[in-house]
């Protein structure tokens, strides 16, 4: 609408990201530059309808294209991490900024066959010293991120982000074509009523997490047992197919859309709090998500919120990654209940 085209008084992310900068000394207009271009992408995926006449290619390929160039065209990046490249991206001297950047280009695409859910994950770390940028980059432990964030692209588009200083929401605008921000500085609960896990999985659980998902099913303490959600709800599933039918006709019409994602399974857990657990299992000894571009960015988010990230060892963003697609258990979300979880974890050693 126009009249909403000359509003002057919306946060968008741009404007947000700006100020932030200007009361950090140290930070200069290339985190602003980068930020904005991983805004844009979002907005791209978001607004997604136009991408006719291409070529049909794998969902998660296709928006894994699209990043990498873009995250080299803003000429502010050097080591680029994805979960789809098996090798890290370096980006060629002439094209090479200080920030590094770490991504799953498409979160629940390992079921894409029979059910999708879309997301975006995406963290950055700074190349402190001038060199050449190595793999030591960015095997880094999670709390070293500059920024963590993600993108959903459900009912509506949401971007959630964390520059280090609390956590802030941001939604697509589709006639202004801008993230405005909807959700500021957002506080998970300090306890919650849902717990969120593969229960197909609890044949091959330890002992810790068999014993905390029974306590969220039965509590012997008088309190009310926790409700499972684990597959995003059906009004997510509807758009997400509307919006894919429109990037991939061919191959969408076909689906049956189920949601299996990270991304929705952790958006519900910031705003309502509870907790969301991958853990390590019999058959995955180091349960299923990657560290540098699903458990650190998340961990991050939920730190920022006010609640925690557990391994099942020790707090998720002290994790020293070996290896760029490394897995880790993961329990993390509200303050109270990670705590639970770690007593257990604790009482077992
Ligand atoms: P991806 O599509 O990026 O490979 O990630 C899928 C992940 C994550 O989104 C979700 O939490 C998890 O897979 C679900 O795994 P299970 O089906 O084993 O529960
Ligand atoms: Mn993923
Ligand atoms: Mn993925
Ligand atoms: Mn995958």
């Avoid at 602003?32 to 607004?47: D, P, R, V």
């Avoid at 993108?151 to 006639?175: A, E, I, Q, R």
């Avoid at 994602?261 to 998500?289: C, E, Q, W």
Wanted: with cysteine.
């Amino acid at each position: 609408h126009s009249a909403d085209a000359q509003r002057t008084d919306l946060m968008t992310i741009t404007r947000f990201v700006l100020n932030e900068q200007s009361k950090r000394p140290e930070s200069r207009g290339d985190f602003t530059i980068l930020l904005s271009h991983i805004a844009g992408l979002a907005k791209l995926i978001g607004l997604a309808g136009e991408t006719n006449g291409e070529e049909q290619k794998k969902l998660d390929v296709l928006s894994n294209d699209v990043f990498i160039k873009a995250l080299i065209s803003s000429g502010r990046t050097c080591i680029l991490v994805s979960e789809e490249d098996e090798e890290a991206t370096f980006v060629e001297p002439s094209k090479r900024g200080k920030y590094c950047v770490v991504f799953d280009p498409l979160d629940g695409s390992s079921n894409i066959d029979c059910g999708v859910s879309i997301g975006t994950i995406f963290g950055i770390y700074l190349v402190k010293e001038q060199h050449e940028p190595t793999l030591e980059d960015v095997l880094q432990p999670g709390k070293n991120m500059l920024a963590a964030g993600y993108c959903m692209y459900g009912s509506s588009c949401t971007l959630v982000l964390s520059t280090g200083s609390g956590v802030n929401g941001f939604t697509l605008d589709p006639s202004l074509g801008e993230f405005i921000l909807t959700h500021p500085d957002i506080k998970i609960p300090k306890k919650g009523k849902i717990y969120s896990v593969n229960e197909g999985n609890a044949k091959n659980w330890d002992g810790p997490t068999t014993k905390y998902v029974e306590k969220c099913k039965f509590p012997k303490d008088g309190s009310s047992s926790k409700s499972l959600r684990y597959i995003g709800s059906p009004l997510v599933v509807g758009s997400a197919k509307k919006l894919l039918i429109q990037i991939t006709p061919k191959i969408t019409n076909s689906l049956h859309v189920r949601q299996s994602s990270m991304v929705a399974d952790v958006h519900r857990t910031l705003l309502y709090g509870g907790i969301f657990l991958y853990p390590a299992d019999k058959k995955s000894p180091n349960g299923k998500l990657r560290v540098l571009y699903e458990v650190f960015p998340m961990s991050f988010l939920m730190e920022q919120a006010g609640g925690q990230a557990f391994t099942g060892k020790q707090r998720a963003l002290d994790l020293v990654p070996k290896k760029l697609h490394e897995r880790s258990p993961i329990f993390l979300g509200s303050y109270e209940d990670v705590e639970e979880i770690k007593a257990l974890y604790a009482a077992e050693e």
